[in-house]
Nanobody
Framework: EVQLQASGGGLVQAGGSLRLSCAAS????????IGWFRQAPGKEREGVSC????????YYKDSMRGRFTVSSDNAKNTVYLQMNSLKPEDAAVYYC??????????????WGQGTQVTVSS
């Protein structure tokens, strides 16, 4: 069974850090583009970051670049999102998704359950 499970969210004070994990089963993250997305109440889902081991590439949205770092551990079949210098505007439910080639956030992608990130001011 193809599954993704996001975890690691929680409560953190502004300026703090969290490390999210996206554990995959049923497929290898090395063969897919793994994207991180987030959605806050009343807002559209937005892309955060993407990592593609096949292409050896990582991507970040401008507002996250320099604060967030995406990485993968193929041996553990897990992708991580290290979030530093968190701001209240970063509060959202964070999701990971797998697509064959690019991180487009398509509804046809494999999606994990979201993990809640709350940032206090």
């Amino acid at each position: 069974e193809v599954q993704l499970q996001a975890s690691g969210g929680g409560l953190v004070q502004a300026g703090g850090s969290l490390r999210l994990s996206c554990a995959a089963s049923g497929f290898s993250v090395d063969d897919y583009a793994i994207g991180w997305f987030r959605q806050a109440p009343g807002k559209e889902r937005e892309g955060v970051s993407c990592i593609s081991s096949s292409y050896g590439s990582t991507y970040y949205k401008d507002s996250m670049r320099g604060r967030f770092t995406v990485s993968s551990d193929n041996a553990k079949n897990t992708v991580y999102l290290q979030m530093n210098s968190l701001k209240p505007e970063d509060a959202a439910v964070y999701y990971c998704a797998a697509e064959r080639y690019f991180c487009t956030g398509s509804t046809s992608a494999y999606w994990g359950q979201g993990t809640q990130v709350t940032v206090s001011s």
